[in-house]
C-alpha cells in the first residue's frame, strides 16, 4: 500500500534519533519561487486545507498537546498522511505556540496544522463535559484521544473513571454528529512515583477499560478503535524522564500506530474522488505546497497519448560549502519522465540527462534510464506521483496540485 511504504520512507529519514537530543530530517517540500519570471509569493506559506479535506480532532491533555519542549505525535502524524496522499485537516480551536517547542527537533513546526483540543492536566471528566463543544467548533469526521492525567490525580480509580467519561464524551459527540468515528489511544508504559508510584500497575487496566469502552460503543456506521501504544513502546529509548513524556522516538513510535489505524478508517469518510480523463488542460506547472523550491512541468499529447514530465528538485543531500557551481547552485537536479497514458493515469520512465555543457552542442548530452513514475490525476487540480528511483533506492508518494488555476476551466471543459 502506497502509505504503508509512505509511513516506512518517513521514519527511514530520522535514522539514529535517540531521545530529546536527536535530529529530525523531515522529507521536504515542493514550491516554485518562480515560473516564467513570475514570483509567486503567493504560495511561500502553506496553503489551507481543501473545503473536501477529512477533518481529524486530536482530543485530550499533554499528550496531545505536547509538553517542556516536545510537539506531541501531531507533529509526524501530519507529515505520514500529506506524504501518503491524504488530505486532512488537523481540527481544534487550539494552536501551541513554536516558542515553547524545541525548534531543532521540529524544523517545520510552522508547516503543519498545529491545530487540537487538549491541555497539560485535561481530565477525562472535562473532555467529556466539553466534548459536544469541540465536535460543534471543529465539525470533525474522525476524534482522536489520547489522555492519561486521570492516573495522577485518582490513582488506582482512574480505569474505572476513564471508562466512565470516555463513554460520555462518545455519546455528546454523536449527539451532535452521529456518524462520527473514533480512535481511542492505549497510553505507553511509565514510571512517574510523583504523580502515582502505582502507576505501572495502573497502566494495563486503565488500557483494558478504553478496550471496554471500544467494544461497546463501536458501530458500522460510527467506528470506534483501539489504537495500541502499550504493546511495543520500548520506555528506555522512547521516554524522557526528565519530561515525564514519550521523546522524539517515542512520538514517532505513537504516530506510526496512529497512522496504520487511520489508513482503515479515512476511507469511510473521504470524499469520492472526481472521475477524470488526462487531457491537454492539464498542461500546467505543478507542485506540493508543504515543500520549498521543488516541483513539476507537466505536458500531454493527446494525438500520441503520451505524457512528459520534467522533475526541478534537489540532490538526497546538501552539497559540501565549498563545491562551487558556473551556474545555479550544486545542490539541483532535475529528472525528465515519458511515456503514455490511459483514463487518468500514466507509467513514465524516468531518465536522467548529464555531460551537456550550457547553450552547447559539444558535448552531446547522455541519458540514462533510472526508475519509473505512476503519475495520476484525481481532479483537474489534484494528483499525485509515486516515483521509485534506482540509483538512489528511494520510492514515495508525492500529492500535486497546480501553482496556478488558469487552465483548470479548460480541463473541466473537457469532461
Given at each position: 500500500?502506497?502509505?504503508?511504504?509512505?509511513?516506512?520512507?518517513?521514519?527511514?529519514?530520522?535514522?539514529?534519533?535517540?531521545?530529546?537530543?536527536?535530529?529530525?530530517?523531515?522529507?521536504?517540500?515542493?514550491?516554485?519561487?518562480?515560473?516564467?519570471?513570475?514570483?509567486?509569493?503567493?504560495?511561500?506559506?502553506?496553503?489551507?486545507?481543501?473545503?473536501?479535506?477529512?477533518?481529524?480532532?486530536?482530543?485530550?491533555?499533554?499528550?496531545?498537546?505536547?509538553?517542556?519542549?516536545?510537539?506531541?505525535?501531531?507533529?509526524?502524524?501530519?507529515?505520514?498522511?500529506?506524504?501518503a496522499?491524504?488530505?486532512?485537516?488537523?481540527?481544534?480551536?487550539?494552536?501551541?505556540?513554536?516558542?515553547?517547542?524545541?525548534?531543532?527537533?521540529?524544523?517545520?513546526?510552522?508547516?503543519?496544522?498545529?491545530?487540537?483540543?487538549?491541555?497539560?492536566?485535561?481530565?477525562?471528566?472535562?473532555?467529556?463535559?466539553?466534548?459536544?463543544?469541540?465536535v460543534?467548533?471543529?465539525?470533525?469526521?474522525?476524534?482522536?484521544?489520547?489522555?492519561?492525567?486521570?492516573?495522577?490525580?485518582?490513582?488506582?480509580?482512574?480505569?474505572?473513571?476513564?471508562?466512565?467519561?470516555?463513554?460520555?464524551?462518545?455519546?455528546?459527540?454523536?449527539?451532535?454528529?452521529?456518524?462520527?468515528?473514533?480512535?481511542?489511544?492505549q497510553?505507553?508504559?511509565?514510571?512517574?512515583p510523583?504523580?502515582?508510584?502505582?502507576?505501572?500497575?495502573?497502566?494495563?487496566?486503565?488500557?483494558?477499560?478504553?478496550?471496554?469502552?471500544?467494544?461497546?460503543r463501536?458501530?458500522?456506521?460510527?467506528?470506534?478503535?483501539?489504537?495500541?501504544?502499550?504493546?511495543?513502546?520500548?520506555?528506555?529509548?522512547?521516554?524522557?524522564?526528565?519530561?515525564?513524556?514519550?521523546?522524539?522516538?517515542?512520538?514517532?513510535?505513537?504516530?506510526?500506530?496512529?497512522?496504520?489505524?487511520?489508513?482503515?478508517?479515512?476511507?469511510?469518510?473521504?470524499?469520492?474522488?472526481?472521475?477524470?480523463?488526462?487531457?491537454?488542460?492539464?498542461?500546467?506547472?505543478?507542485?506540493?505546497?508543504?515543500?520549498?523550491?521543488?516541483?513539476?512541468?507537466?505536458?500531454?499529447?493527446?494525438?500520441?497519448?503520451?505524457?512528459?514530465?520534467?522533475?526541478?528538485?534537489?540532490?538526497t543531500?546538501?552539497?559540501?560549502?565549498?563545491?562551487?557551481?558556473?551556474?545555479?547552485?550544486?545542490?539541483?537536479?532535475?529528472?525528465?519522465?515519458?511515456?503514455?497514458?490511459?483514463?487518468?493515469?500514466?507509467v513514465?520512465?524516468?531518465?536522467?540527462?548529464?555531460?551537456?555543457?550550457?547553450?552547447?552542442?559539444?558535448?552531446?548530452?547522455?541519458?540514462?534510464?533510472?526508475?519509473?513514475?505512476?503519475?495520476?490525476?484525481?481532479?483537474?487540480?489534484?494528483?499525485?506521483?509515486?516515483?521509485?528511483i534506482?540509483?538512489?533506492?528511494?520510492?514515495?508518494?508525492?500529492?500535486?496540485?497546480?501553482?496556478?488555476?488558469?487552465?483548470?476551466?479548460?480541463?473541466?471543459?473537457?469532461?
Open positions: 500500500m502506497p502509505g504503508i511504504r509512505s509511513c516506512r520512507l518517513y521514519f527511514s529519514e530520522h535514522v539514529g534519533l535517540n531521545g530529546p537530543a536527536g535530529g529530525v530530517a523531515v522529507i521536504g517540500a515542493l514550491r516554485f519561487p518562480k515560473v516564467f519570471g513570475l514570483v509567486l509569493t503567493t504560495f511561500l506559506v502553506i496553503q489551507p486545507a481543501l473545503a473536501q479535506s477529512v477533518k481529524i480532532l486530536n482530543v485530550g491533555d499533554s499528550d496531545v498537546a505536547g509538553h517542556n519542549g516536545y510537539a506531541s505525535y501531531r507533529y509526524d502524524l501530519w507529515f505520514l498522511l500529506r506524504q496522499g491524504y488530505d486532512v485537516d488537523f481540527v481544534g480551536r487550539v494552536a501551541r505556540p513554536i516558542s515553547v517547542v524545541n525548534a531543532d527537533l521540529y524544523p517545520r513546526f510552522e508547516e503543519y496544522d498545529n491545530h487540537f483540543e487538549g491541555r497539560y492536566g485535561l481530565l477525562s471528566q472535562q473532555i467529556s463535559q466539553f466534548a459536544s463543544t469541540y460543534e467548533a471543529g465539525d470533525p469526521d474522525i476524534v482522536m484521544f489520547l489522555g492519561s492525567h486521570d492516573i495522577c490525580e485518582f490513582g488506582g480509580s482512574a480505569p474505572s473513571l476513564i471508562q466512565l467519561n470516555l463513554g460520555n464524551m462518545i455519546d455528546n459527540m454523536r449527539a451532535v454528529n452521529p456518524d462520527l468515528h473514533f480512535l481511542l489511544g497510553i505507553y508504559p511509565w514510571e512517574i510523583s504523580c502515582d508510584p502505582d502507576a505501572p500497575n495502573i497502566i494495563p487496566e486503565f488500557n483494558q477499560r478504553i478496550a471496554s469502552v471500544a467494544g461497546a463501536d458501530s458500522s456506521n460510527s467506528r470506534v478503535i483501539v489504537v495500541d501504544h502499550y504493546s511495543g513502546f520500548n520506555y528506555a529509548t522512547m521516554f524522557d524522564g526528565n519530561a515525564f513524556h514519550a521523546n522524539r522516538q517515542g512520538e514517532m513510535f505513537m504516530a506510526s500506530n496512529w497512522f496504520d489505524a487511520l489508513e482503515d478508517i479515512i476511507p469511510l469518510v473521504e470524499p469520492e474522488e472526481e472521475t477524470i480523463s488526462i487531457n491537454a488542460g492539464l498542461n500546467d506547472a505543478w507542485f506540493d505546497p508543504t515543500t520549498p523550491g521543488q516541483g513539476f512541468f507537466i505536458t500531454v499529447f493527446p494525438n500520441s497519448t503520451s505524457i512528459f514530465l520534467a522533475w526541478f528538485t534537489y540532490d543531500e546538501r552539497p559540501a560549502p565549498e563545491v562551487a557551481a558556473n551556474l545555479g547552485e550544486p545542490g539541483h537536479r532535475w529528472l525528465t519522465a515519458f511515456g503514455t497514458y490511459s483514463e487518468n493515469s500514466a513514465l520512465e524516468i531518465e536522467l540527462t548529464s555531460g551537456g555543457i550550457f547553450n552547447e552542442p559539444q558535448p552531446m548530452p547522455v541519458q540514462a534510464g533510472d526508475g519509473e513514475i505512476l503519475l495520476e490525476f484525481h481532479g483537474c487540480n489534484s494528483g499525485t506521483i509515486t516515483f521509485n534506482d540509483s538512489i533506492d528511494q520510492q514515495g508518494v508525492i500529492p500535486i496540485e497546480r501553482i496556478a488555476l488558469d487552465n483548470v476551466a479548460a480541463c473541466e471543459s473537457t469532461q
